[in-house]
């Protein structure tokens, strides 16, 4: 890969990363009810008045804080990994069959670590595991 195609990808992952970043803090500092219980959520002296419909939207509304923060904070951890591999100079590398990855995909999918054929093969191995 040429140098200005890793300088174009390494600014793209720092640009992301910084982006998921403020998302994370944004949310921290803004508290989404995470660390609250469901009742101080819904700004209620008592759960018990309040209808299981709401206290359902509520649960569900939380959990979907977390598995969306979580995400993020895989999808960050995978941004790092990135950068990382751009300073050792295996950024670019399939991990499995050791051939350049391409531009075009990782432009895509910055923070890929297989090229598009061992993604591939490892769909499909993930599928038929997911059959037997």
């Known amino acids: 890969m040429k140098d200005y195609e890793i300088k ?3 600014k793209k992952l720092l640009d992301e990363q910084q982006k998921v970043e403020s998302m994370l803090n944004e949310a921290k500092k803004n508290n989404f009810g995470v660390d609250d219980s469901i009742g101080n959520s ?3 002296l008592s759960k018990y008045d309040n209808h299981l ?12 804080y977390v598995s969306l923060r979580n995400h993020q904070l ?5 941004i790092r990994d990135a950068l990382q591999r751009i300073e050792r100079g295996s950024y ?3 991990l499995y069959c050791g051939k350049e990855i391409g531009f075009e995909r990782l432009d895509a999918y910055p923070t890929a670590k297989l090229c598009i054929n061992c993604q591939k093969k490892e769909a ?3 599928i ?3 059959w037997a």
């Open 42 to 44: 819904i700004e209620e």
């Open 53 to 64: 419909a709401d206290l359902g939207t509520e649960t569900f509304e939380q959990e979907k």
């Open 74 to 78: 895989e999808y960050l951890g995978d």
């Open 128 to 130: 038929d595991t997911n």
């Open 92 to 94: 670019g590398i399939c």
């Open 124 to 126: 499909e191995e993930q």
């Open 8 to 10: 174009y990808l390494k």
